[in-house]
């Protein structure tokens, strides 16, 4: 550490006390709600903390309080004895870049990081990185300036007060841009967060996280609000863009589900798993079962989208398919069939109540990304998905979408080509009285509306996801102030060979 320092620290640790306590005017404003910014930096440590340059302990006496392992390390001999006297702890001889300490969770510091050169500063955060342990914290209180005009700006005004101390101090001391500290901070790894406190200190909190590793990427889709459609007054529109799970589709929380719950139980005997999908479930299944070196076979109806089917045989699965006519009822007694006769296990997404049970993380996303949910919009294939969310947010307006040739809404079951969605019996987990509307799309407005949203929004989505815009855009007409949230599956990437931005169809 830059050792000239050490002279003045000789000075300080006598009056430090008293500025921190707003005694010197010239210091008054870096020190506003000391006791406060103590202790909000103190809630953020957790575990063994070591805290360097204590200086007169007020900060290691806070995180004594909250029942800490403190390790203080602190260079100058004059501050060291002020603070062994008031905390009672004996201080460790080092600093930033040179101490002795191992195993430690948090490494803390108040007034005091900006005595490093913001390469010393780089090279502290690696070491630190490389010894903390994983969701290990570094927090640093201390002043730092959004903009080199701002900190110029302040020169000027504490130069016109006659602050000659503080103005020295200020052209002196390495005090670091947030920029700065943001740009190493994620250089060496770490999540950087910072909050202002006064003028001039931050409280800023570097957090060590792992990595995520590709099948992490489950869950946790972009919400995102769509401005380009014509609503009424007050109604806001919010999709859920489910492509961007790791297979590209909602049916990834499916797969993982079914096949995790059936392995709590212990129901996989052989190895093997089955079920019959137009393909997205299938693609769920196919990485459950890479993760958990299983394997999967899949009945699919020929009439699917072939990038559905490669991208489940790029993923391991053996893909079998059935008869465009004998539609899903056929691939499922396939299915139920090899299983019968195999031992390997049916997940059976159009029957199992691990189905509707895949979706509590989607409703638990939901619910912190939107402020009140009025209105429930969502397609139904095997109706696991709208069944788990009618049952959840009940007091909302509850609009399940098929497209024509599906028997929600009575009729018989006929073709579409829609993917996705559409029913060809009354799925048993779905609940007649958790519908408040059913919406029956037709192929060349649930089209259309896919291309709308490539226009309007750069949206690329799958013709299911039209469907629903559709829907509930018809809905919405009855309402006003509604914030109107709706599911969409997947993207169009996997329906281009389907001819997806050709409305009329071949
Ligand atoms: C593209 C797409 N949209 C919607 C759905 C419907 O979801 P659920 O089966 O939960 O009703 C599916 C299901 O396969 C799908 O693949």
């Known amino acids: ?78 501050m060291l004895k002020i603070g062994e006297a008031k905390t009672g702890l004996s201080f460790v001889t080092g600093d930033f870049l040179n101490f002795d300490v191992q195993d430690y969770d948090t490494i803390i510091s108040s007034f005091a990081f900006h005595h490093l050169t913001d390469e010393e500063k780089h090279s502290a955060l690696k070491m630190y990185y490389n010894a903390l342990p994983t969701g290990g914290k570094v927090v640093i209180l201390d002043t730092m300036f959004n903009s080199m005009e701002e900190k110029q700006g302040m020169i000027d005004y504490y ?102 719950s059936a392995l709590a139980r212990g129901d996989i005997k052989t190895g093997t798993i089955v079920d019959a999908t137009a393909g997205n479930t299938g693609i769920g299944l196919a990485l459950a079962a890479l993760k958990h070196h299983l394997t999967l076979r899949v009945y699919v109806p020929e009439k699917f989208s072939q990038e559905k089917q490669d991208i489940m045989r790029a993923l391991g699965a053996e893909v079998i398919n059935t008869p465009t006519e004998g539609g899903m009822i056929q691939a499922r007694e396939a299915a139920m069939a090899f299983a019968q006769s195999t031992g390997a296990y049916f997940t059976n997404q159009f029957e199992s109540l691990d189905n509707p049970a895949s979706y509590q993380s989607l409703i638990q996303e939901i619910e912190t990304e939107v402020d009140r949910v009025d209105m429930i919009v969502a397609g139904a294939g095997s109706g696991g998905t709208f069944s788990a969310l009618s049952e959840y947010f009940t007091d909302a307006h509850r609009v399940v979408v098929e497209p024509e040739g599906s028997i929600l809404n009575g009729g018989a079951s006929g073709s579409h080509r829609t993917e996705g969605i559409g029913v060809e019996q009354w799925p048993v987990y779905l609940k007649r009285e958790n519908i408040d509307a059913i919406e029956t799309i037709s192929d060349i407005d649930a089209f259309t509306k896919v291309s709308e949203l490539a226009q309007k929004e750069g949206l690329l989505v799958g013709s299911s996801s039209g469907a629903a815009l559709m829907a509930a855009l018809n809905q919405q007409k009855q309402f006003t102030h509604q914030n109107i949230v709706v599911i969409f599956p997947d993207a169009a990437e996997r329906y281009l060979s389907k001819g997806i931005f050709n409305i009329e169809g071949e």
């Open 159 to 260: 130069t016109a007060l006659g602050f000659t101390n503080l103005v020295d101090d200020l052209n002196r001391e390495y005090y670091p841009y947030k920029s700065t500290m943001q740009s190493i901070s994620k250089k060496v790894g770490f999540k950087y967060q910072s909050t202002q406190m006064n003028r001039f200190a931050h409280l800023q909190v570097l957090t060590k996280q792992p990595f995520k590793r590709p099948m992490d990427l489950i869950g946790d889709t972009p919400m995102v609000e769509l401005t380009t459609f014509p609503l009424n007054t007050g109604n806001r529109l919010f999709v859920k863009l489910e492509s961007y799970n790791l297979g590209g589709s909602v049916k990834d929380r499916l797969g993982m589900h079914m096949v995790e």
């Open 1 to 78: 550490m830059s050792l000239p320092f050490m002279d003045i620290f000789k000075e300080w640790a006598h009056d430090y006390d008293g500025a921190v306590s707003g005694e010197n005017p010239e210091y008054k404003d870096v020190f506003v709600n000391y006791d406060f910014m103590l202790q909000q930096a103190s809630q953020e440590a957790f575990g063994h903390t070591i805290e360097f340059g204590p200086g007169t302990g007020n900060l290691t006496h806070k995180l004594m309080q909250r029942g800490l392992k403190v390790t203080p390390v602190e260079p100058s001999e004059d």
